[in-house]
């Protein structure tokens, strides 16, 4: 069992900065691929950002590539998003998530995750 913790949402305006962090339990970190999503209102889930247990390749969603930034950290059992030159559209709960099965294919959708953090609320102002 992995629990997931993210922290760092808050209320930025329009092309502001927040790094969001997400800490895991367990001693296999290294060994999950692991993504952000977000939902906001009255929409579903989507992909933001993912990177692989092996090499730490990036993948983004074509909204976010060049201004979010997904790293991780295994000596510290945590991922971050760097989310720069926010817009208002961004607004939403950010979800970390962990996928377990060691796959060498990295998930984009959210059934290919097997354990999710509470979220954190990200709100941008216009």
């Known amino acids: 069992q992995v629990q997931l913790v993210e922290s760092g949402g808050g209320l930025v305006q329009a092309g502001g900065s927040l790094r969001l962090s997400c800490a895991a339990s367990g001693r296999t970190f290294s060994s999950y691929n692991m993504g952000w999503f977000r939902q906001a209102p009255g929409k579903e889930r989507e992909f933001v950002a993912a990177?692989?247990?092996?090499?730490?390749?990036?993948y983004y969603a074509d909204s976010v590539k060049g201004r979010f930034t997904i790293s991780r950290d295994n000596a510290k059992n945590t991922v971050y998003l760097q989310m720069n030159s926010l817009k208002p559209e961004d607004t939403a709960v950010y979800y970390c998530?962990?996928?377990?099965?060691?796959?060498?294919?990295?998930?984009?959708?959210?059934?290919?995750?097997?354990?999710w953090g509470q979220g954190t609320q990200v709100t941008v102002s216009s």
């Open positions: 990177i692989s247990r092996s090499y730490g390749i990036t």
């Open positions: 998530a962990a996928d377990q099965t060691r796959g060498v294919v990295v998930p984009k959708a959210p059934d290919g995750y097997d354990y």
